[in-house]
């Protein structure tokens, strides 16, 4: 009988430190987890300040020509690409009289 309770207590302690290493690596892992997402907030924080610095730069250059220039810019338009679906026919205008020959 001696056998068998160091036996379940081999085991409870097994199981135990089976138990206490996974607990550590999900901590590890979730700290991990939590300092990624720090450096991407941190990240999006710079490439935002960046965004809008340069967007205020532009907007300063962009009056600056407008007061040098005198006239206002137009608003740039977007030029769209002309495809053809069909191909092109040529087409002949007639006369009365050609019109009533057959074509040739």
């Known amino acids: ?23 550590q690596q999900a901590a590890a ?9 720090r450096a991407v907030e941190v990240n999006t924080a710079r490439l935002k300040s960046l965004r809008l610095t340069k967007e205020a730069a ?3 250059a962009e009056a600056k020509t ?9 608003p740039a338009t977007k030029k769209q690409a002309f495809t053809l679906t069909e191909p092109r026919r040529r087409v002949v205008l007639l006369d009365e009289s050609e019109r009533s020959r057959p074509p040739a």
């Open 1 to 23: 009988m001696g056998d068998s309770s160091e036996e379940a207590r081999a085991k409870a302690e097994a199981k135990f430190q089976k138990q206490q290493q996974a607990d």
């Open 29 to 37: 892992a979730k700290a991990e987890r939590e300092a990624q997402a």
């Open 58 to 60: 532009d907007k300063e």
């Open 66 to 74: 407008e007061q040098t220039s005198g006239m206002t810019k137009a």
